[in-house]
């Protein structure tokens, strides 16, 4: 599943946004505003100079013009920068929130359901896995690594100004196989409670839906048992490709170093690791860890992600 940004390319523009109005600031701080003093000193000495003289001379003073006035025009910023200097702070600010610690997303499709709905809007902690260089995602300090069972965003190995969001399945060493639509991690199956089977409402079709404990993680998934486990046509040349063993009742992979194996929740309808294979860190994005909201459900979507 894609995940929509609330702007394209929004953390580039609001980049050069915050480079040019930046620069602006400080052409006014270490520049301008000195140029615009000098020239109210020299407009407030002309009128000083002039109101003796005048007084010198017994002539009556025009007041029309105060001191005050004087400096006010000549210290007052151009409008482009007067603009410039207001926004800054505001886009830097923005642009450090967004950057190093939470960054919103909008679920565009299904793939994910029923832990995150078509329309929610998420919040994704962009500093749980490390601190990253904003713009080229570059991680320069590390801090903790991934977990089964975490809802992580990444770019899409296949192209990288895509953002997707899944679950993690499998971290670095672990073998993952996939059989008749149930887990097994390491040799040991992963546990599954069923619930009461889930309705599509817009197609008005029912699913079986699933507790999956993940090693200690529960989330709820759901599966069509009319669909193959794997669609063997629609597997992808992928990096690391020969970890990976398929068959007609699933597959087993073993997740190489620096690596992570990416499932949805929605285990029918999700293009996932599966198809296109793993995840390098280096894609990784964050962990998706609240929805705050969804326009067509209001208030029943804010919660935490499990």
């Given at each position: ?6 702007l ?5 523009i609001?980049?050069?946004?915050m480079?040019?109005?930046?620069v ?16 109210a ?6 009128y ?7 007084t010198a ?11 005050a006035?004087i ?10 920068v ?5 926004f800054?702070p ?11 610690l ?8 299904m ?5 995150l ?14 601190i990253?260089?904003?713009i080229?995602n ?23 100004s895509?953002d ?5 399945i ?23 409670t ?5 309705l ?9 839906q699933f507790?999956?404990?993940?090693t ?8 069509t ?16 490709s ?6 007609y009742?699933g597959f ?12 949805g929740?929605?285990?029918?309808n ?12 280096k ?5 998706a860890?609240?929805?705050w ?5 209001p208030l029943?979507r804010?919660?935490s992600?499990?």
């Amino acid at each position: 599943m894609t995940l929509q940004s609330l702007l394209t390319n929004f953390a580039l523009i609001l980049f050069i946004l915050m480079v040019i109005t930046g620069v602006i600031w400080c052409l006014d701080v270490f520049y301008l505003a000195k140029q615009r003093r000098a020239a109210a000193d020299r407009a407030l000495a002309e009128y000083d100079a002039r109101t003796a003289k005048l007084t010198a001379d017994g002539i009556k003073l025009d007041n029309t013009t105060s001191r005050a006035e004087i400096e006010a025009a000549n210290m007052r910023q151009p409008t482009w920068v007067e603009y410039s200097g207001s926004f800054f702070p505001v886009i830097a600010l923005v642009f450090f929130l967004r950057s190093f610690l939470y960054e919103p997303f909008k679920i565009p499709s299904m793939s994910m359901v029923p832990t995150l709905q078509v329309g929610d809007l998420i919040l994704v902690n962009k500093f749980t896995y490390g601190i990253r260089l904003p713009i080229l995602n570059k991680k320069v300090v590390q801090l903790n690594d991934p977990q089964r069972g975490d809802v992580m965003v990444f770019k899409y190995p296949r192209d990288m100004s895509q953002d997707y969001i899944k679950r993690v399945i499998g971290v670095p060493g672990d073998k993952i196989t996939y059989e008749n639509k149930r887990l097994t991690v390491n040799g040991k199956p992963v546990e599954y409670t069923p619930l009461e089977d889930y309705l599509n409402e817009e197609s008005l079709t029912y699913s079986k839906q699933f507790k999956e404990n993940l090693t200690g993680v529960e989330h709820r998934v759901i599966v069509t048992e009319a669909a193959p486990t794997v669609n063997l046509s629609d597997v992808k040349d992928f990096p690391h490709s020969e970890a990976c063993t398929y068959r007609y009742e699933g597959f087993t992979c073993v997740v190489p170093a620096g690596n992570y194996f990416m499932m949805g929740d929605n285990r029918d309808n999700s293009a996932d690791s599966r198809y296109w294979g793993f995840v390098p860190d280096k894609n990784i994005v964050g962990k998706a860890f609240f929805v705050w909201m969804n326009l067509g459900n209001p208030l029943k979507r804010i919660g935490s992600i499990q």
